[in-house]
């Protein structure tokens, strides 16, 4: 399985393969603008530092808010790719024990890998959001020379999160429907 071509393995037909049709064109779109979105903000990054550099060393000023904003686009260029990098297959993975496997057990080394991300990003997911709602709530503001809400940079993980759950349940489900790869044969 391509994890860029999931279209030619979805199970015709049936409320199952209609759902996951649609499923993995929303995370699949979802996926790519906000990696085209890290981009940009990768092209800011570079532009910001570039300033701060010049500022610092030709000028001879420098600029202390640029160090903090850079920290938050970092955090922000992370969110925006690990939608894509999860639906590409581009996460680091280790497969000393899943090369092993049969088909049927790298079947459901996938179902358990793709149900842990699930998991995992539900519950930073979760937390980021009671995280945001709280730092709105309470009005916080960073201490560094922006000072900004925090609220806006901790929505980041709200929208990574939130990526990531959305790209991998259409991956769980894919492999829920398709069933065994016929490819896949035992090393």
Do not use: C
């Amino acid at each position: 399985m391509t994890p860029e071509s999931p279209q030619k393995e979805i199970p015709p037909g049936g409320p199952g393969g209609i759902l996951l049709r649609a499923l993995e064109t929303l995370s699949r779109w979802l996926a790519v603008l906000a990696a085209g979105l890290g981009a940009l903000v990768v092209l800011g990054l570079t532009a910001l530092i570039a300033y701060s550099v010049v500022m610092r060393y030709l000028a001879n000023r420098p600029q202390t808010w640029t160090d903090e904003l850079a920290g938050y686009l970092m955090v922000l260029i992370v969110m925006l790719g690990v939608g894509e990098a999860a639906r590409r297959g581009d996460h680091i993975g280790v497969d000393l024990v899943t090369r092993k496997l049969g088909p049927r057990g790298r079947r459901w080394a996938r179902i358990w890998g793709w149900s842990s991300t699930i998991l995992v990003a539900a519950v930073l997911f979760r937390s980021s959001l009671e995280m945001v709602g709280f730092s709105r709530m309470v009005g916080l503001m960073s201490e560094g020379y922006v000072e900004v809400p925090v609220w806006i940079p901790q929505s980041a993980l709200v929208l990574g999160m939130g990526l990531l759950l959305l790209v991998a349940a259409s991956r769980l489900l894919l492999e829920l429907l398709r069933g065994p790869d016929p490819d896949d044969e035992p090393s």
